[in-house]
C-alpha cells in the first residue's frame, strides 16, 4: 500500500494494488472516488481536498494500528 499526496492539485492517492487497465472509477462524492476492477478488487482510493480529510482527527498524523495486537504507530502528514 502507498498513499500519494500532490499539493499542487490537493489530492491523496491510497494505492493499494498496481492499476490494471480495465479498472473503472467510481465517484462516491465529491470528495471521494475510488477505482474498481471488473472483479470487484479495489485498486485505489482517490482522496480529493485532501488536507480537510488527511489532517482530522488525529492532528495531522497516518495512524497505523494493528488490530490483534493493537500496535500502534503515528507517522506525521505535513501541515497546510
Do not use: H, W
Not at 5 to 13: T, V
Not at 36 to 61: F, M, S, T
Request: aromatic letters at 4%; a negative charge; proline letters at 4%.
Amino acid at each position: 500500500m502507498k498513499l500519494t499526496y500532490d499539493p499542487r492539485y490537493n489530492i491523496a492517492y491510497i494505492r493499494l494494488r498496481d492499476k490494471a487497465t480495465d479498472v473503472e472509477t467510481v465517484r462516491l462524492s465529491d470528495q471521494l472516488c475510488v477505482d474498481i476492477a471488473p472483479d470487484g478488487k479495489v485498486y485505489g482510493i482517490e482522496l480529493l481536498n485532501a488536507n480537510e480529510q488527511l489532517l482530522g482527527e488525529d492532528n495531522g498524523a497516518l495512524v497505523v494500528v494493528n488490530e490483534a495486537s493493537m500496535d500502534r504507530t503515528e507517522i506525521p502528514l505535513g501541515k497546510r
